[in-house]
């Protein structure tokens, strides 16, 4: 059986842009306020060097992971002034932990947002891990400029209309850069 895929006038439309294609802020005012939270998190490789700098307090900005976890906070708080067409979000709780994985060369930001309204925060949880990568990069890029920001990604959402939605299992990344040793000591100020 021959099928044709679906006219693009057929198909599903972008909720942020009209029929006309122009941007549009998505009308949510008629769904119902629902207890909505999201989890996401970010990799950020790094050298053992720089990971023991970081770990150690020693790095010459200062505290790298306390700052990272404020500046992803602050950046949770400023989603929708930096996401076009994002509403702006009464979060009623915010954790973002920076917490160090020595085996596999990384920091791993995760980054959790809560609300109780008629639209999700996957997009404040995603901001907080991206930003809390960020800082991290500008704490230590004059140390290593070799920094590497991956797997940012949403690893779970609960709460309104399309329900509850967990990331299946996923192979972590490769152990960046030499000296990676299954076993390695793990480090890290916060529980995971």
Sequence with gaps: MDRKPPLRTERRRLSHVDRTGRPRMVDVSA???????AVAEALVGLSQETLSL????RNAKGDVLTVAELAGVMGAKRTS????????L????????VVPDR????????AEAATIGPTGVEMEALTAAAVAALTVYDMVKGVERGVEIHSIR???????KSGDWVRGPAAEPP???PGRRPGDRSAGRIRK
């Design 175 to 177: 152990p960046s850069g």
């Design 154 to 160: 949403l690893l779970s959402k609960t709460g309104g």
């Design 31 to 37: 769904k119902p306020a629902t207890a909505r939270r």
């Design 103 to 110: 085996a596999l060369g990384v920091l791993r930001i995760r």
């Design 90 to 97: 009464a979060l009623t709780d915010l954790l973002v932990q």
């Design 81 to 88: 002034d930096l996401i076009p067409l994002c509403h702006p």
């Design 54 to 57: 970081v770990i150690d307090g």
